[in-house]
T-cell receptor, first 110, second 115 residues
Framework: KQEVTQIPAALSVPEGENLVLNCSFT??????LQWFRQDPGKGLTSLLL?????REQTSGRLNASLDKSSGRSTLYIAASQPGDSATYLC?????????FGAGTRLTVKP | NAGVTQTPKFQVLKTGQSMTLQCAQD?????MSWYRQDPGMGLRLIHY???????DQGEVPNGYNVSRSTTEDFPLRLLSAAPSQTSVYFC??????????????FGPGTRLTVL
């Protein structure tokens, strides 16, 4: 059974810090892993999608890595800004469903 | 592209009432799905569709119906609303659910309260 875990559940950092969010999954037979951002009261915004054949993806200040053999993915945010404050979720496919982590709630203080 | 759109944004129903949550996408995606998001429960799949005319149940389908008459639209019907259906509902779509072209895009959500 696929379980997705995100650590930490919450993180508070001062503006400008580089930070890493962690995502682990129990079944390494995945097609891809997707990172989302969710602002309070809003929908999920896709940030990065890493296919199983890739090791990392980059978009602006975001870099996501994937290590299937160890069942882990990290989302690296460089030079954090208050506008990065949100909940970050990772998800992996599970048949016709997706299995989501519980999310990391990030607060970036000015 | 408008992406995935959902209406209404907010809705309050009384127990026993029925309603339809609308979802549309303009990306020619074959796969569409409905999730509900509840505190402490995360996102749970209600129903999904792999193409026009094809639908199937997800993890929590009871009390909901879906149909997919066109590629673009995937409405979710609440047959007789219950307080347990108070939740935030998200529609999502992707080109496929296979090994490629499988990035999921989500709509902005419908916040439903059943009194």
């Amino acid at each position: 059974k696929q379980e997705v875990t995100q650590i930490p559940a919450a993180l508070s950092v001062p503006e400008g810090e580089n930070l890493v969010l962690n995502c682990s999954f129990t079944d390494s037979a995945i097609y891809n892993l997707q990172w989302f951002r969710q602002d309070p009261g809003k929908g999920l915004t896709s940030l990065l999608l890493i296919q199983s054949s890739q090791r990392e993806q980059t978009s602006g200040r975001l870099n996501a890595s994937l290590d299937k053999s160890s069942g882990r993915s990290t989302l690296y945010i460089a030079a954090s800004q208050p506008g990065d404050s949100a909940t970050y979720l990772c998800a992996v496919p599970l048949g016709n469903d997706m299995r989501f982590g519980a999310g990391t709630r990030l607060t970036v203080k000015p | 592209n408008a992406g995935v759109t959902q209406t209404p944004k907010f809705q309050v129903l009384k127990t026993g009432q029925s309603m339809t949550l609308q979802c549309a996408q303009d990306m020619n995606h074959e796969y569409m799905s409905w999730y509900r998001q509840d505190p402490g429960m995360g996102l749970r799949l209600i129903h999904y569709s792999v193409g026009a005319g094809i639908t199937d149940q997800g993890e929590v389908p009871n009390g909901y119906n879906v149909s997919r008459s066109t590629t673009e639209d995937f409405p979710l019907r609440l047959l007789s609303a219950a307080p347990s259906q108070t939740s935030v509902y998200f529609c999502a779509s992707s080109y496929s659910k296979g090994e490629y072209d499988n990035e999921q895009f989500f709509g902005p959500g419908t916040r439903l309260t059943v009194l």
